[in-house]
């Protein structure tokens, strides 16, 4: 299985890799971006099962990128991880599978991947 983890401030996608034991739920490979044309190409090139992504970045909208995502891909899940909470755009984008408010917690965020693997190997 691969994931994608995108945000544009490297701890943040540092954090989340230590925060999960990807292995024990099968993910062998973890790409990492730090904006959507970065992290178009790696959906292109190696088709992430999973995207975990934030949605506000330095000079781009996030959004964009995940629509993208599920108009090409609809079949790669897309945790959504923000800063804000009430994000109504979100329902527009049809393979979001949760979304996790900043800062991200170790239980919160296993607990979401955990069930998103439990999808995808259905």
Known sequence: MKILIIDNEQHSREA???LVNWCSYGIKEI???SDSLAAEKITIEKRPHLIISDIE???ENGLLFLLWVSYNYPETL???TTGHVGLNVIKHI???FGVIV???DQETIV?????????VKK
């Open 57 to 59: 970045r330095h000079n």
């Open 78 to 80: 897309i945790i959504i």
């Open 111 to 119: 607990k979401m991947i955990v069930k998103a693997v439990n999808v």
């Open 16 to 18: 989340i890799k230590l």
């Open 94 to 96: 049809k393979n979001v």
């Open 31 to 33: 790409f990492e971006a």
């Open 102 to 104: 900043k800062p991200v």
